[in-house]
């Protein structure tokens, strides 16, 4: 079946430092979906990416999603303590439900 | 997602009973989803619901099954819960008419079975 892998599935990085996460397919998909999960919590909706090749921002947060639409990537710049917990990408094949990945854990040391 | 609520937050039980679990939801979907999660392994879609009349199996339906009662509710149960079911179980919910599957998580249940 359809499969979603995400590496690493831990990061420690110190204040400041940047951050990727990157999310690979099994299969073509038609989204793919980012969510962010902070300790204690549950998983929140963070941006979707629909066209082949997208770049979204937000702040600084930088989401792409691969030329043939199998891959995914989510940057963060400069770390802050607040971006602590585990962010999961999900792919969508137009099947009606997601696929996450098994999320990166980023922890960040002040 | 105050508008996705889960009860109970959390529940501790022995091998061998049956328990459920209780999602309701304000937010007027028609899709609603049981994923549980476990450290490493991420999220796994246990059953999923489009709508009243609909039931899905999921990746890992073995040893639970689920109930849609009205459009907002849906809940799980586990006929006779077994130690590797304890985990944390979410659901959430999807709004099909909106063209995407962007899902809405409840605050979670907590399971242990001893």
């Known amino acids: 079946g359809q499969q979603v892998m995400q590496i690493p599935q831990y990061q420690h990085v110190q204040e400041g430092e940047d951050f990727t996460t990157y999310c690979n397919s099994s299969?073509?998909?038609?989204?793919i979906q980012w969510y962010k999960q902070r300790p204690g919590g549950h998983p929140v909706f963070l941006i979707q990416?629909?066209?082949?090749?997208e770049v979204k921002k937000q702040k600084r947060l930088t989401f792409q999603f691969g030329e043939a639409k199998k891959n995914s990537s989510l940057h963060i710049t400069a770390t802050q303590t607040t971006d602590v917990g585990t962010y999961f990408c999900?792919?969508?094949?137009?099947?009606?439900?997601?696929?996450f990945g098994q999320g990166t854990e980023l922890s960040v040391k002040p | 997602d105050a508008d996705v609520t889960q009860t109970p937050r959390n529940r501790i039980t022995k091998t061998g009973k049956r328990i459920m679990l209780e999602c309701s939801q304000t937010?007027?979907?028609?899709?609603m989803y049981w994923y549980r999660q476990d450290p490493g392994l991420g999220l796994q879609l246990i059953y999923y619901?489009?709508?009243?009349?609909?039931?899905n199996k999921g990746e890992i339906s073995d040893g639970y099954s689920v109930s849609r009662q009205a459009q907002a509710k849906f809940s799980l149960s586990l006929e006779s819960a077994i130690p590797n079911q304890t985990a944390l179980y979410f659901c959430?919910?999807?709004?099909?008419?909106?063209?995407?599957?962007?899902?809405?998580f409840g605050p979670g249940t907590r399971l242990t079975v001893l």
């Open positions: 959430a919910t999807s709004d099909a008419s909106l063209g995407t599957d962007t899902q809405y």
């Open positions: 299969t073509t998909l038609s989204n």
């Open positions: 990416l629909v066209k082949s090749g």
């Open positions: 999900a792919g969508d094949n137009q099947g009606g439900k997601l696929i």
């Open positions: 937010k007027g979907h028609d899709r």
């Open positions: 619901s489009f709508d009243v009349k609909d039931i």
